[in-house]
Nanobody, 118 residues
């Protein structure tokens, strides 16, 4: 059974930082492209950052320079370090895993709430 379990969300003031974690089980983690998405109330889910199995990273323009995605294949975990947080970063953040070759092997976590407010 595949599980992606996010943690690290919470309430933070503007300008603050949070680190999200996503622990995966039931998959060969190193073979999966990992990504973080987010969905704000009333908006579509959007891609925040990707760390591929080939160790390539990509970021949404809105978070470039503020967020950093990383992964530890030994711990089956992907992270999202979020700095200089803004109120518009408020959303539910989801972890996603997609096999590098078999794109139909696609899994989601349950999400973790991030609220940026003073």
């Amino acid at each position: 059974q595949v599980q992606l379990v996010e943690s690290g969300g919470g309430l933070v003031q503007p300008g603050g930082s949070l680190r999200l974690s996503c622990a995966a089980s039931g998959i060969i983690f190193s073979a999966y492209d990992m990504a973080w998405y987010r969905q704000a109330p009333g908006k579509q889910r959007e891609l925040v950052a990707t760390f591929t199995s080939g160790r390539r990273t990509e970021y949404a323009d809105s978070v470039q320079g503020r967020f950093t995605i990383s992964r530890d294949n030994a711990k089956n975990t992907v992270y999202l370090q979020m700095n200089s947080l803004k109120p518009e970063d408020t959303a539910v953040y989801y972890c996603n895993a997609v096999h590098w070759r078999y794109r139909g092997s696609d899994y989601w976590g349950q999400g973790t709430q991030v609220t940026v407010s003073s």
